[in-house]
């Protein structure tokens, strides 16, 4: 018989878990989440996007060519390939939340998505250096040069909301950060979904099943001798990855199948009508890990390829990239809404799952001497699903260079009171969505309450 | 003040010796000689203290190959190590521009993947090096103790000449899959295995 999977996580796990309690904030013992049946999906648009181009837009014809020298900004879509007039804006069927030709299908008045978003303009990100920005994204606290100085947020979600998955952080196509959590709340790397399968199947030439009872019996011994912290863990995360493999997991993520479950996920998620890139099967993994029970905060790269500072590539490719990522993110959302969740009737998968979409920094607001857009601390970012209020946009860009407007965290308006909107503040309202109100990830930041759902 | 008055007022007037006057010298009483017993002298601490690193992906793979003389995991050209590269962290330096290098979940998983194809490869291999001893049918303990120390020597470079209760485990692994499949091809793959996959491996 096998070894039930959580048992062996638990045991797996236990000796490298218990020496990390002991260097944690006091306060995370402490803090105990109201609401559990919470789970995150991080969409990652990896580049910096032009906000221009969708979640931020300008009309333009009042913003023209001929008004840039004043205004600051140039939105420039006649430049853009393939598009004509009537499609530069895309007005939802939400009242005030205008969106740029690229939103794809998250805007779709039948596919009916805007309605569950809130938008989140004018914020600051503070580094216009991909790494140091993305890092920043990822943990909530500026790092101090490149090093983090947190956890990702996913990490401490995932701690947060207990180890009952089996892959409680899975992290596909970008770094994940773990600094005093235990073992069992780490990402869990990917770079596609193919990795994750092969990382989830033994091996083709796996050892029989007498040599490999006795390998692990060695290991266990050794394991048992282990005197220091990262003897610990390197046993630890071997009997972690054995564990995987012996729980039948790789069958959720073998896109090549060919079983009938998976060709018309295949399809929903766009895969084999390039409708979503790369993103669509990032997608189709997260589907997966949350709705099989696999993972509880899952990070995907949505979107490649976005930092175009030649005019060829943000003419051409820059907008597809981000429409093909969000054409992936409303995918995912109409499968969640599409998958009952629990017992209760008429419940689904996207009321307890908050989708963040993000990149770690916006493009400047006018072209650059090559026509294309650089690096711009100026950014927004886009949030759905469970715990957020719906159908809003909050905080704004100035007309005057498109600079961050304070906003009022309680209500979202523009307001010279409220507060530049950073990414601590999404931190901490992330923790404040699940119940937490004590800033436990000292993000040193007050949540955006405007932007959630029962606050 | 009150001590200055008491010195100054009180107390014996010192004996005045006369000039030319020497004390005899006090004879000091015999030290027996301690003995030192048998307790072993400590160890001498380490030269260095430094944390342990892992190998880059790139040094287990030319490390694997070199071992074996030649065999690749996955296709020659196309090594798995590679096809897995940014899953395992190695950096692009486009998105990453620092190399995992912890010895993490997905690490562990492919390097027992890779060392399972690379030992049932070497160990069939004609005229492989895998063996130290002349009959690798063997089943006497003098033999078996000297081919684990043999791949320790080539796997993870470790004296054949150490002594390591390690040696103990290993040769018990040998023996229990030994007694389970009747082979000692598949006795010696899952050691092989075991030191592939062991941090004295990859860790240094």
Redesign the interface.
Known sequence: MKTNRRDFLRIATASAVLPSLGILPSILHAATPTITDRYFVFAYF?GGWDALLALDPRDPDIFTPAAVSTTGIQPAYDRLRGLEDEDYLDNSTVDGMTFGPYIGDLADPIIGHANKLALIRGMTMEAVA??VA?RHVLTGIRPAG?AVRGSSVATLLAYLLGESEPIPNLVA???SFNIGHPLWA?G?????ID?LY??LSP??????E??RD??E???A??AGQASTQ??K??YG??N??RA??ESDLAGYFNVDSGDDEMLALRERFGVDSGTTGDGGYMALMAAQALTKGISRCVTIKAADGLDSHQGGAWEADHGPSMREGFNAISALATHLEDTPFGDEPGDNWLNHTTIMCFSEFGRGAELNANGGRDHNLINAMMMLGGGIKGGQVLGATTDLGMMASPMDLATGTVSPMGELVGNNHIARTLLHSIGIEEDVGDFRANPITALLEDA | MILFLALACGGPDPVTKPPGHTEEPTVLPEVSVIGWGSVEEPPDPPTHTRQLKRMTVAQVRDSMERITDGISWGDERDSDWDVYAETLGVADYQLRVETDRSPSVMFQKFLDDAAGATCAGWIEMEDSQFHSIDDSSSLEKADVRTNIAGLRWKIQGKSRDSVDSIIDDYETLFVKVHQRTDSTDIAWTTVCVAMFTHPDFFMY
């Open positions: 990896s991909h790494q993305r490149t196509g970008l770094s780490s869990l790397p990917a770079s596609s990795d092969k990382a091996s083709e030439t796996d050892l029989m007498n040599q006795a390998l019996a060695f290991f011994k050794q990262l003897e863990d390197i995360n071997r972690i990855a995987l493999i």
